[in-house]
């Protein structure tokens, strides 16, 4: 079993920033690829980046393209997720997810999933 624990989450304001991490334990976190995920109330949780197990590889949603990057580092076995200029629509709670396999922007993919971490945009 691999464990991963999301931190970073708040309430923040539209054009503000935020990192969130995702501590993981449990699993060689260096054979896994690491994903967010978020979903917002009401809706079906959606993709929003992924990172391959060197970093080298890196995709991301459309909606957050530009705005969010994805990074992690091996040595501590964490991943994070930087958010700049966000905005209302951004409000979920957002999740780390971990796969065995190969980079996937699809969620019935990864084997792993921490507890989330609320985001809240609003002014």
């Known amino acids: 079993q691999m464990q991963l624990v999301e931190s970073g989450g708040g309430l923040v304001q539209p054009g503000d920033s935020l990192r969130l991490s995702c501590a993981a334990s449990?699993?060689?976190?260096?054979?896994?690829?690491m994903g967010w995920f978020r979903q917002a109330p009401g809706k079906n949780r959606e993709f929003v980046a992924a990172?391959?197990?060197?970093?080298?590889?890196?995709y991301y949603a459309d909606s957050v393209k530009g705005r969010f990057t994805i990074s992690r580092d091996n040595a501590k076995n964490t991943v994070y997720l930087q958010m700049t200029s966000l905005k209302p629509e951004d409000t979920a709670v957002y999740y780390c997810?971990?796969?065995?396999?190969?980079?996937?922007?699809?969620?019935?993919?990864?084997?792993?999933w921490g507890q989330g971490t609320q985001v809240t945009v609003s002014s």
């Open positions: 990172i391959s197990r060197g970093a080298a590889s890196t």
């Open positions: 997810a971990a796969n065995a396999l190969v980079i996937t922007t699809k969620e019935e993919q990864y084997d792993y």
């Open positions: 449990g699993r060689t976190f260096t054979t896994y690829v």
